[in-house]
């Protein structure tokens, strides 16, 4: 069974926060949530096609991290990246539009739920081959590097790109010309159904950076304002000296790889324990704690539940996506 | 107008668009400090600094992707492969991601970057480095592959390739790089599509690109001894591709060889094939042929290696065997 | 046991067909007389009727395709059988036909391609494959009867007016290649052409002098002309016509005659009919062929090569224009219906020709034919010959103009009737004693009605 460290069964000690800080990361966090519930729905109604992964117990990760850059700064995501587009300050409209393959979608329907991407917010992309964004992260950090732009550049990844040849040449690159990034390993524990122990010689995914001379970091995701705080760190290390980050943050995801996976490589008791630590019953307990008002907190979740309703019903009555875009090679200009 | 190597004429089309543009730089194993590993970057380290002209460790994955993100925001990458024989540890980066990302984007980002190196059979350096991939690339939607057989349109093909705002593949003939040709002092580009006739003729249509459009035309002196009139017709870019200087070939001379350098199941001459039977049925008077490699890894020994790759007397065994001379 | 299921003949003239619609498919049980598909053929859509009894286990046409006679087109057997070897061989070139067609078609040479071969040769031997060629036959088509001819050749022949079943191919199995077209149309040496196709004959051939038989002539540019695709039943016309005016040695014999009595007739008729149609000149003129070829049987006849066939029954064909052709329906034992049946059959198969919705069975058999242009103002025509019929009525208008009469100038009417006869069955007297009988009748029309 796959528990979080035994060092820390009892919750640490909850990061010093306010209400003006911890609302909107929760109202993101809770959009998110439930982005994905209805997208989940709407997959087991047919209306949204081919592979959808879920983020749903991950969200602390995309929101306190994103929280922390500004809005020039590239993110670079992998196919469960609907958190964190919407974190990067996309909106759920034509996200769940995407979704349906419609022609309101982000991208036109043209890309589906692996292949987000927003010139506007700098979003770079929803990838599908594991691992092998981390080089394009690293591309886009060597750009900002070659311009002198100061902008950073965030690469998500998942535990199980740790053994592909991409995020190994990704990384050494990173490390040898010191481009500003950081690489966050999301790491939910399995790779699709195998846990980390089956896949990794060392479960520690942040010991790769030791090898490069690196700086790392590695700890729980469950709670967004301790993510917050670390990646920051990190953040201001690439945005002032030019230095890349590995950072792993420990997580869990609620449901299956995708929506085709039942998940019953793990056992209910495994689930249950992660559950309890549902960090956004945890960030729901820290605002009522730090003093937001019950009608606050009503008017927060109504707002969030009337977005995504909208959401849904946006993507429903739009045109389907009518066209592609044609091979183009202009030649000579 | 001067007489210029293929190679050089190579580097002065990077030399001139670095100049022209700030966000163009190179990338690639050895192509700083060391000059290039075939000389092709030579003397480009010390005009446009370190910044601009970057040596990689071999990570061709790595720096592939390296290349491809920093495309994705605006820069103008210049990827050297030491050969294409290497491209398939990267092919995941230039299928997956260059090709694909102005289509998967709803056309939000575009990927400006340029894939070069030598490309095709060296001498006697064996399987893994002697070999024509050229078919491979051109299969996919979002690319551009290019492959100049002279030194004239190494320049100017490249200079478009680097000025193109989507991916290209740009295959250069490793055993051309010696080669000369007259190349002008004044700037030319050549436009992607555009096939050009290397040798005129009335009896029969040879289709080439890269090192086999010298060997057709060597084939075509010989065959010019028996009053064979051979036209040689190099298309210079497989995607996209000139069809109707095919076709207006065809149309005219009635008979057509495809002679390239890779395999033959799948290998591009096939569809160039289709093109012509599509186009100029009713002027046919005898089969497409095709000349290829053998069916095999290419083998290290020298006797065996020139058994395998078309050579001169192939061509002229088709160009017979397509005008009935040996029925 | 499961069986391959032939295209079988559904015309006596079929050669081919284009199945245009599955009834049944795979999984289907059929028994004979059971509808399986629908074909156009050279005449019309026929129907494919099965004549055995299983389950449909695989179909080898989809629909569209062009199907040669007794080409495999389905297997029949029971369910589950293995039918792996049948559709192998109903789906290689050389399959048996199930229904052995009139002249087999045979596939054309495959070559051996060197991919075909069982074992590679040694890398060492890697030997290029030599073109695979066979002895060259003298001239005329190559065994099989299909004639083999690169498509620039046959361009060619066209041009330079070459008939291509003169020429001797030097090509592989005989094909016939540009430099033999050239050949026989300078009967100069055979050399490498280096004259490209758009360029003029160098030599003014002797078979050039049909030069207005060429489609193109030197000079003009493309674009000058659009070739208009010709369909199955253009195609068929074609050549049965070709067939028909080369092979039938035709003489015509014409009648001219006054045809008053005869509209006097068919108003009295109609006037009988009411509401329930209308008789028309030419129904008239269809039953007096048929009355009078029950009368003068020796012209209800075939020639069958060795044999002069005299038909029993007199089966009338009729020739409707449809768009892009004709077709000929059949008014069957027209000798033997009263007039109003005549009429109303006869419109109900102009009719469904014009739609396409003949049966096979309503556009074959007829044992002579009646043709009519008088709706068009031709005063009179001469008619090919519909083999393997011996004889055709060709129908002119009728116009006003003097007669004589009582030795007297007068306003009168005219018909013209042009009979084409085979002069293998029918000798200018026997033809001209029919045609009187059939203009006696019109004269008289009262004789049709006995």
Known sequence: ?333 | MAVISYREALNQAMREEMERDQDVFVMGEEVGHYNGAYKVTQGLLQRFSERRVVDTPIAEMGFAGIGVGAAMVGLRPIVEFMTWNFSLVAIDQIVNSAAKMFQMSGGQFNIPIVFRGPSGPAVQVGSQHSQALESWYAHVPGLAVALPSTAYDAKGLLKTAIRDDNPVVFMEGETLYGTTGEVPEAEYLIPFGQGDIKRAGADITLVAWSRMVHVCLDAAKVLADDGIDCEVVDPRTLRPLDVPIIVDSVRKTGRCVIAEVGWPSAGFGAEIAYQVQRHCLDALDAPVERVCSDDVPMPYAKNLEDEVQPQVADVVAAVRRALYLDA | MAQIIGLPKLSPTMEEGVLVKWVKKVGDKVSPGDLVAEVETDKANMDFTIEDEGTVLHLFVKEGETVKLGAPVAILGKPGEDIAALIAQGAAPAAAPAAAPPTPAKPAPVAASPAAAAKPAPVAAAAKPAPVVAAAPGPGPAPGGRLLASPLAKTLAVELGIDLRTVTGSGPGGRIVERDVRAAASDGPRAVATTAIVAAPAVASTAAASADTALATVGEQAGDWIDVPASNMRKRIAARLTEAKRDVPHFYLMRRFDPAPLLAFRTRLNALLGDRGKVSVNDLIVKSAALALRRVPACNAAWVGDAIRRYQRVHVGIAVAIEDGLVTPVVRDADLKGLGVVAAEVADLAKRARERALKGHEITGSTFTVSNLGMFNIERFTAIINPPEAAILAVGGISDEPVVKDGAVVPGKRMTLTLSCDHRVIDGALGAKLLAVIVEQLEAPEALAL
Not at chain 1, 45 to 63: D, M, P, S, T, Y
Not at chain 1, 100 to 127: E, P, Q
Not at chain 1, 207 to 231: E, P, Q, S, T, Y
Request: hydrophobic residues 40%; aromatic residues 8%; glycine residues 10%.
């Open chain 1, 1 to 333: 069974m796959t528990l979080p460290d035994s060092a820390r069964v009892e919750p640490e000690q909850a990061e010093p926060t306010t209400v003006d800080e911890l609302a909107p990361l929760y109202r993101q966090m809770l959009a998110i949530r439930r982005m994905e519930e209805a997208a989940a729905k709407a997959y087991s109604q047919g209306k949204i096609g081919g592979f959808l992964h879920l983020i749903i117990g991950q969200e602390a990760v995309c929101v306190g991290s994103i929280a922390t850059l500004k809005p020039e700064d590239y993110v670079v995501a992998t196919y469960r990246e609907h958190g964190h587009a919407y974190a990067k300050g996309i909106a759920a409209r034509p996200i769940m539009a995407e979704l349906y393959g419609k022609k309101t979608g982000l991208v036109k329907g043209l890309g589906g739920s692996m292949h987000l991407f927003d010139k506007a917010t700098n979003f770079l992309g929803g990838h599908g081959i594991v691992g092998g964004h981390v080089p394009l992260a690293a591309g886009a950090a060597f750009a900002s590097k070659y311009r002198g732009d100061g902008r950073v550049t965030v690469c998500y990844f998942g535990d199980g790109a740790a053994t592909i040849g991409g995020f190994a040449e990704g990384l050494a690159l990173a490390a040898l010309w010191k481009l500003p990034i950081v690489l966050i390993c999301e790491n939910n524990q399995y790779s699709m159904g195998t846990p980390l122990y089956r896949s990794l010689a060392v479960e520690d995914v942040s010991l790769r950076a030791l090898a490069h001379g690196m700086a790392r970091d590695r700890f729980d995701g469950d709670d967004v304002i301790r993510v917050k705080r670390r990646i920051a760190e990190a953040v201001e290390r690439a945005r002032t000296t030019g230095e890349p980050s590995l950072v792993e943050i420990v997580t869990y995801r609620f449901r299956g790889h995708s929506m085709s996976d039942p998940g019953l490589y793990r056992t209910k008791d495994e689930v249950e324990e992660w559950r309890r630590r549902d960090p956004l019953n945890r960030a729901r307990e820290r605002l009522i704690e730090v003093g937001i008002t019950a009608a606050a907190l009503d008017a927060l979740e109504a707002d969030v539940k009337a977005e995504i309703e909208d959401a849904v019903r946006f993507a429903e009555e739009s045109p389907a996506a009518d066209a592609y875009l044609p091979y183009v090679t202009k030649g000579a200009q």
